[in-house]
């Protein structure tokens, strides 16, 4: 099953405007939510990640918003450029357990930026 | 410091034969994951290593195999392949295995 659920599933911005991908998660043991990015024939590059133990973290244009109590987290793109346009994948993974070293992705987000 | 590297960029193989993959990590990293990327499935964890041992393994038959060395260079093998093993193979290294994933450009396999 799905451990992490992405949406949407492709999303087009106008430059300069603000592009918005949400994740869901179930699993409690997770305790690292990464993000990345991925262009085409390249393998995915790491954006920005955070700790269930804050609620944001901005970096430049980037910003991850996480909601514990919901288990959701989402991912800010500010003043999107044709750039960015790529896919994002949400990710979560455990830091103890069984699982440790495995990272649950979400199915991706295509986003297109219009100059 | 180098990034994760992965040889052969390329394959192109035939229904039943074998292939091995190899992922040098970066330096200090203990740990390699093997993912499978397709448009279908999306990314699927295949198996992760740390420091020469497996520690998990996805849901994969035992076609697809792998081993890490002691200088923490990674290799998988897929033996008797199948069309359906036409994919992106990703590995990606982490200095212990619960902190950031950072992943290699992929090789890029072909089943005829």
């Known amino acids: 099953q799905q451990q992490v659920k992405q949406s949407p599933q492709s999303l087009i911005v106008q430059k300069g405007g603000i592009s918005i991908i949400n994740c869901a998660y179930e699993?409690?043991?997770?305790?690292?939510f990464p993000w990345y990015q991925q262009f085409p024939g390249k393998g995915p590059a790491l954006l920005i990640a955070i700790r269930p133990d804050v609620s944001e973290k901005k970096e430049g244009r980037f910003t991850i918003s996480f909601n514990k109590s919901a288990k959701q987290f989402s991912l800010h793109i500010m003043d999107s450029q044709p750039g960015d346009s790529a896919t994002y994948f949400c990710?979560?993974?455990?830091?103890?357990?069984?699982?440790?070293?495995?990272?649950?992705f979400g199915r991706g987000t295509q986003l297109t930026v219009w100059p | 410091k180098a990034g994760v590297t992965q040889t052969p960029r390329y394959l192109i193989k035939t229904r039943g034969q074998q292939v091995t993959l190899s992922c040098s990590p970066i330096?200090?990293?203990?740990?390699v994951s093997w993912y499978q990327q397709t448009p279908g499935q999306g990314l699927q964890f295949l198996f992760e290593?740390?420091?020469?041992?497996?520690?998990n393994k996805g849901n994969f038959p035992g076609r697809f195999s792998g081993r890490q060395f002691s200088n923490s260079r990674s290799e998988m093998n897929v033996s008797t392949l199948e069309l359906g093993d036409s994919a992106l193979y990703l590995c990606?290294?982490?200095?212990?295995?619960?902190?950031?994933?950072?992943f290699g450009p992929g090789t890029r396999l072909t089943v005829l």
């Open positions: 699993n409690t043991a997770f305790d690292y």
């Open positions: 990606a290294s982490s200095p212990r295995g619960f902190e950031e994933q950072f």
């Open positions: 290593y740390f420091s020469e041992t497996q520690r």
């Open positions: 990710a979560a993974t455990p830091g103890w357990g069984s699982t440790l070293g495995r990272l649950y």
């Open positions: 330096s200090g990293h203990r740990s």
